[in-house]
């Protein structure tokens, strides 16, 4: 490997031998830093942030074992090289068992010297990335355990695992409750950020009039209650990832700032004309169509800050279209519920499970959480369908033509004309497949010719709304 830009704290209360150490470690293009004393080093491991520390045994206040456990709990990290003043077979096997990576003695030889900082460099480094890679799967399994083992979540999975090794700006869109904040979360956690902060706004949350401050920090005595400095939220994200909640109700004034700070890598606090570089990878999720949005005569959304944004896109699917997941969470939910609240819920009745897997979820996994904690704080030991309130969608117009099924619009008051007829089509479609059903006796076959569909189809539909299938044919003028 090349040891070139390795930075090596030396600590030794001899000059002479941290020169010597520093010549031998230049020459391969490492990066030396001096230490004489404990204190000393130990405040270099902290401000220096070293790739391999190599401490004297007999370092003055408290020697390099000491040294050595002390600097390891600034940095887990750190790889570290004792050196000792004259071969000592106990002193060797103590240092290695107290966790050093490597040993050397006095006098320094030149080919030692480098053979041993070259294996704890590499030793070190494989180390790192093994556990880089352990932590990403770790991280991988964890957005599918927190959303579900569908096929939809192990694709979402899959993206955001691409996404996150590079420092593209990444659009998360989906509904309401759907998980965007989830997604974000693990791109953060798989990322080369991951030791920086990750800091969220949800600019729906942050009145007009107040969001500069917010995102970008003032100056004492920039306007009238501005009485002492304030960091903005991308100053806090610097060296890490800064998440942009609900950004489609950024108003455009901001839109404009957050374009140079996209561009620039630069903000200016409200009151200063001081720029101030920041170093952070940004995401931000909407549930709305944001090309939409640019597109409409009157655009509520600049176009160029969006295509800023819009490096990467991840579209995150509601909870209808992925019904794989609803038990396995409602599940989760339930599990979760019982050890916050001391209970022994254990089960659904099939009722139950029917309802859940045939609901629409309008408001999707947050609601499901909503309603299995109810659920929960209401059962004995099992959840039965009048556990499960399903009080979220109101008839707002009847229908007259043969018994069709009415209108309804959920009364979240930031639903879409596309989610009300998402939600309608479904209720359409089941009761459709009901009513062809009951005209077949139940024949899943008969239906699908009737329907134009394939039996695969019908057969997964059936199973979707969770129909019963009634065993007899049906006379004509029952309907």
Not at 75 to 97: C, F, K, Q, Y
Not at 193 to 202: E, H
Not at 311 to 338: C, S, W
């Amino acid at each position: 490997m090349t040891a070139a830009g390795n930075k090596i704290l030396i600590v030794d209360s001899q000059e002479g031998i941290c020169a010597l150490f520093s010549e031998y470690l230049k020459n391969e293009g490492m990066i030396p830093v001096v230490a004489h004393t404990a204190e000393a080093a130990l405040e270099k491991v902290r401000t220096e942030a070293p790739d391999l520390l190599i401490v004297d045994l007999e370092v003055p206040e408290m020697g390099g074992l000491k040294v050595m456990k002390a600097a390891k709990a600034v940095s887990e990290d750190l790889a570290t090289i004792l050196v000792a003043g004259t071969p000592n077979i106990r002193e060797a096997v103590a240092a290695i068992r107290a966790g050093a990576h490597g040993y050397l003695e006095k006098p320094l030889k030149h080919h030692e010297v480098l053979r041993v900082v070259f294996r704890v460099l590499n030793e070190s480094a494989l180390q790192r990335k093994g556990r880089r890679l352990s932590c990403q799967a770790e991280d991988a399994a964890s957005l599918r355990e927190s959303m579900g083992p569908s096929r939809a979540v192990t694709r979402l999975s899959a993206e955001v695992a691409r996404v996150a090794k590079t420092n593209f700006s990444v659009l998360i869109l989906g509904e309401t409750g759907a998980g965007k904040d989830l997604v974000a979360g693990a791109i953060h956690k798989l990322s080369s950020r991951s030791r920086g902060p990750f800091v969220a706004v949800d600019c729906g949350a942050i009145p007009e009039t107040l969001i500069e401050g917010e995102l970008f920090g003032h100056e004492k005595g920039a306007f009238t209650g501005a009485d002492k400095q304030k960091i903005g939220k991308f100053e806090m994200a610097t060296g890490g990832t800064f998440f942009l909640d609900e950004v489609s109700n950024m108003p455009l004034a901001s839109q404009a700032k957050l374009l140079r700070v996209l561009q620039d890598k630069t903000i200016h606090r409200i009151g200063s004309t001081r720029p101030i570089d920041v170093d952070v990878r940004v995401l931000a999720a909407s549930n709305r169509d944001m090309h939409e949005l640019t597109e409409a005569e009157a655009g509520s959304f600049r176009r160029d800050v969006y295509f800023r944004l819009n490096e990467f896109t991840i579209q995150v699917p509601p909870l209808r279209e992925r019904r794989e997941d609803i038990l396995y969470l409602a599940k989760r939910f339930v599990d979760l519920t019982n050890a916050e609240l001391q209970k022994q819920v254990r089960s659904f009745t099939q009722p139950a499970v029917d309802l859940l897997l045939a609901y629409h979820w309008p408001g999707n996994v947050r609601q499901l959480r909503s309603m299995i904690r109810r659920a929960v704080l209401l059962a004995e030991d099992t959840i039965t369908a009048q556990h499960l309130a399903f009080d979220d969608a109101r008839p707002v117009a009847s229908a007259d033509l043969e018994g069709a099924p009415s209108v309804q619009i959920p009364p979240q008051r930031d639903c879409s004309l596309k989610e009300i007829v998402q939600h309608n089509t479904a209720r359409v479609e089941r009761e459709i497949l009901a009513h062809v059903l009951r005209q077949t006796g139940g024949n899943k076959a008969e239906a699908a010719r009737l329907l134009h569909i394939d039996y695969k189809t019908i057969h997964l539909k059936i199973k979707v709304y969770g129909l019963q299938i009634a065993r007899h044919r049906v006379r004509k003028g029952d309907f």
